[in-house]
């Protein structure tokens, strides 16, 4: 403002000065429109450049001192592993002295969910001959990370603290990390003769590592060949002749591992090892490749929990111990299960003598309402034990017997076991064939009389099934509340005709149950209350609602004395000598699929003294035959 004054105080009385005073003030104003064009100029070349490297696409800037394709090159080398991490480039600082331009550039590279490793970056600019701003290739160093040089690749490490171990009912650990000894054949030190010797060691079919090591080699192919996992004490007994091998690597990590055996709950326990494509597609980032993380189960729903939150550290080739950026990794939490130990493998045990068909068992503290057992056969595969949808045929008898007791029907009541009963031209008959004139219903009951169930039901409501199955835990939602993905709590729809209400009330129809929702039941029938199940003490699992829903106390104590009678004089008289005191229990046999005769499910249900159970065999003859029989050695093996 003062230059201005005295500017037109000149022009006021030197006509003169004003012309050259106009002429020097218009070249003023173009040179300076030609300063803030170079300054325009220069800061679009170097926001292009910024532009470039945040899309990974170098080769769309201009450089001056080496050639674009140089450039290209020397950033895919640099940074190519640090994978796809998103990177965000922007210029800070940008001044310009003539023809030459010097500032910084903030780069952010987001190296893991979560994690930004932020720095910054010269950058110098120059205009040449032909008047066109590049960028100048850096000379001696790198222009992608600070103190690099330019042969240097950077590296980001994902980097996992302890894993939280899985602890059993009585605290100590059923999975928790040991080493593991991934055997592998390095095909360009290996031979074909020793590749041979190798697969008796491994015990794998003769050829079929050679085969794969033929391949490698046509192929020319120096990645490791995977042969198998050994945990400590199994690598121990094979380690001096793995030595002798000259191409076979075994090399040594940690990961967690159940502890009583590598096939105990493991259908519910589930896996560990290499994560998936699409594990790394849906895990928001928690995920990259070459990571393991828990697959199945347990582990794999609660891998956030155990795994805990992984960290990342970044280095480079030329100063590996140095790290430019590290973010320490969480460690994970454990978690508690209600799994007892002893009960889980001796029911595994007893499920040995279903030989290859499948099945399942489940036990249930009678006091808590605590799973206690979760096993499967095969010992992988399907969790059937909590996630089948199975008929539940005679041992839903129970529910409805529940519910003719409540509604005034006494044990001594008379009630006829015809061989057929007509409903609604439907003829339903009983499984075997059994008949028996008038008796009281305790020896229906006993007996698994379908037909003097069929004759009853006429005299219940469409519902009545239904609401005594749900009082008593089949149907009552508490899957959802369990903790485990999948988990089925049973169903049993009311009725909508006669012939539907007849063959629910002896378990067929629409009724579907799991194992454990039918465990659930007797044991709401061995303490007088229904409590909802539980399996995962820790962290605690939201929704649940475990307080104890009484029954008819004169009822359940009537039906607790005809499940007795079930295993002294009826069709469960196979564990009427089962060793550890009284069984109370039900059979059924569920008919299933279209084939003449129906294929049958095998089942048996029950508790003795705190241990409430049921047993599923997916194909057997009938469920005193085949299902009563593995309760029997269950019991017998949790006696030793």
């Known amino acids: 403002m003062v230059a201005m004054s005295r500017r037109i105080i000149i022009a006021s009385v030197v006509a003169g000065v004003v012309v050259v005073g106009a002429a020097a003030g218009g070249f003023t104003y173009v040179k300076h429109r030609e300063q803030v064009r170079l300054d325009r100029e220069a800061r679009t070349v170097a926001d292009g450049f910024a532009n470039a490297w945040s899309h990974r696409a170098i080769k769309d800037a201009s450089y001056s001192g080496q050639a674009t394709g140089q450039v290209v090159t020397s950033f895919k080398t640099t940074t190519a592993g640090l994978g796809g991490a998103p990177v965000k480039v922007t210029v800070t600082s940008l001044t310009r002295d003539g023809d030459k331009a010097t500032g910084r550039v903030a780069v952010a590279w987001t190296v893991a969910a979560g994690s930004t490793w932020a720095y910054t970056m010269p950058i110098s600019l120059q205009r040449d001959n032909t008047e066109i701003w590049k960028v100048v290739a850096r000379q001696g160093g790198s222009m992608w990370a600070p103190g690099l040089s330019p042969s240097a690749k950077l590296v980001a490490t994902r980097t996992w603290g302890k894993r939280g171990d899985i602890l059993g009912r009585d605290g100590a650990p059923i999975v928790a990390e040991g080493n593991v000894y991934d ?84 259908p519910l326990l589930g896996s560990y090892g290499p994560v998936t494509a699409e594990a790394i597609k849906n895990g928001q980032g928690r995920y990259v490749a070459g990571d393991y993380a828990g697959l199945s189960g347990v582990q794999g729903q609660y891998d956030a929990v155990l795994g805990g939150t992984p960290g990342v550290k970044v280095t ?30 001796a029911a595994e045990t007893a499920l040995a003598g279903s030989g290859t068909v499948p099945s399942a068992l489940v036990a249930v503290d009678v006091a808590t309402g605590d799973l206690l057992a979760v096993a499967n056969a095969p010992s992988f595969g399907m969790n059937r034990a909590l996630q089948g949808q199975y008929q539940p045929g005679s041992t839903l008898k129970v529910a409805t017997t529940y519910s003719l007791l409540g509604k005034g029907l006494s044990p001594t009541t008379p009630v006829t076991c015809p061989p057929f009963v007509m409903v609604d031209g439907r003829k339903m008959t009983n499984y075997e064939n059994e008949t028996f004139a008038s008796a009281p219903f305790s020896k229906d009951f006993a007996l698994s009389c379908n037909t003097a169930f069929v004759q009853l039901a006429a005299t219940m409501g469409n519902s009545d099934v239904h609401d005594a199955a749900t009082a008593l835990g089949v149907g009552s939602g508490w899957g959802k509340h369990l903790g485990i993905n999948g988990t089925f ?49 820790t962290p605690p699992v939201a929704g649940a609602d475990r307080a104890p829903k009484a029954l008819d106390a004169k009822v359940a104590g009537e039906l607790r004395a005809l499940m007795r009678l079930v295993v002294t004089e009826g069709t469960g008289t196979a564990l009427k000598s089962a060793a550890g005191g009284e069984v109370f229990g039900k059979t059924g046999t569920a008919e299933y699929g279209s084939a003449n005769p129906p294929e049958t499910r095998a089942w048996f249900v029950g508790w003795q003294g705190s241990v409430a159970f049921a047993v599923l065999v997916e194909n057997g003859k009938s469920g005193g035959t085949v299902a009563a029989p593995i309760a029997k050695a269950f019991l017998g093996t949790l006696k030793h």
Request: proline share 9%; no cysteine; glycine share 4%.
């Open 183 to 266: 055997v592998a054949i390095d095909p360009s030190r290996a031979s074909a003769q020793t590749v041979a010797e190798l697969e008796p060691l491994v015990e794998e079919p003769a050829g079929t590592l050679v085969a794969k090591y033929n391949a490698a080699k046509a192929s020319g192919s120096k990645a490791a060949i995977p042969v198998i996992a050994y945990r400590e004490a199994d690598f121990q007994a094979r380690q001096v002749r793995l030595d002798a091998l000259i191409g076979v690597v075994y090399p040594r990590r940690v990961q967690p591992l159940v502890l009583p055996s590598s096939t105990f709950a493991r």
């Open 489 to 537: 709590s049973g169903s049993v729809p009311a009725a909508t005709t006669k012939t539907e209400k007849a063959a629910t009330a002896f378990g067929q129809a629409r009724t579907l149950v799991s194992p454990a929702s039918l465990a659930v039941m007797v044991a709401s029938v061995a303490r007088g209350s229904y409590i909802e199940p539980a399996l995962i003490r």
């Open 316 to 345: 480079a080739s030329d100063r590996p111990d140095v790290p430019l950026f590290e973010k320490a990794a969480v460690d994970g939490a454990p978690m508690t299960l209600t799994l007892d130990p002893k009960i889980q493998s």
